[in-house]
C-alpha cells in the first residue's frame, strides 16, 4: 500500500473530511481547483500584473477553477509602492491594459473608479477593438513558466508555491532591469558626440 492509499485510508476514517471541498483541499493543497482544460484535474492558476516592460508588480495564486477577471481588483491592490520621480512612491498605474478575460463592465466601471484608465480588449473586437499588447506580459509569463518547479505545481502547500513564484518574479525583475539598463546604455544621445 502506498502513501497515498494509506492517506486515502485515513481520510475515510476521520468522518469531518467528507465534503469534496475538504478532501481536495486535504489531498492537493491548498489553492487548487478543477482546471477546466485538463479533464478535472487539480491545478494552480497564477495571475500577474507587470509593468510595461514585463516587470512584475504583483502576483497572485488562485485555483485552477478561478475565474480571471475576478482577480483583476485583487491583483490592484496588491501592487506595491513603486519609486521613481521625486514625492510619493506611486501605488496606482495611469492605464490598465488587460486582455479579452478581464472584460466585463462591472469590472471596468471598478478601475475607472480608482481613477485607472481601463483599455482592456473586447470578447467582439470587430465592434470595438481597444490595442490590446500582450507583448511584456506574455513574455513575463513565459519566463515564470521557465522555471520547472513553477510549470508544474509538486507543493502541496499554497505557502511554498507562493514563495517560489515570488522568487521567480524577483529573478524576472532583476533581468528585466538589466534588459532596460542595456537598452537605455546603447541608444546613442540626440546632439553631437563629445569629441568631434
Not at 498605474?93 to 479579452?100: G, Q
Not at 513575463?140 to 509538486?154: C, E, S
Request: hydrophobic content about 35%.
Amino acid at each position: 500500500m502506498g502513501l497515498f492509499s494509506c492517506r486515502y485510508a485515513n481520510a475515510y476514517a476521520n468522518p469531518s473530511w467528507r465534503s469534496p471541498g475538504e478532501w481536495r483541499e486535504r489531498i492537493s493543497g491548498q489553492h487548487t481547483g478543477p482546471s477546466p482544460v485538463d479533464r478535472g484535474r487539480v491545478g494552480s492558476k497564477h495571475h500577474l500584473i507587470t509593468d510595461g516592460h514585463g516587470t512584475p508588480l504583483a502576483v497572485l495564486l488562485t485555483g485552477g477553477n478561478r475565474n480571471d477577471v475576478t482577480q483583476l481588483i485583487p491583483l490592484l491592490d496588491a501592487i506595491p509602492p513603486v519609486r521613481g520621480r521625486v514625492g510619493r512612491p506611486r501605488r496606482k498605474p495611469d492605464s490598465l491594459f488587460a486582455d479579452r478575460g478581464y472584460d466585463h463592465d462591472i469590472y471596468r466601471d471598478q478601475v475607472r473608479d480608482r481613477g485607472i484608465v481601463p483599455a482592456i480588449a473586447r470578447r467582439h473586437p470587430a465592434r470595438h477593438w481597444t490595442g490590446y499588447l500582450p507583448v511584456g506580459v506574455e513574455r513575463t509569463f513565459a519566463w515564470l513558466h521557465g522555471f520547472r518547479r513553477l510549470r508544474i505545481r509538486w507543493e502541496r502547500r499554497a505557502d511554498i508555491h507562493e514563495a517560489f513564484l515570488k522568487l521567480a518574479c524577483c529573478l524576472i525583475t532583476a533581468t528585466t532591469q538589466l534588459i532596460v539598463l542595456a537598452v537605455v546604455l546603447t541608444v546613442p544621445l540626440s546632439g553631437p558626440t563629445p569629441g568631434r
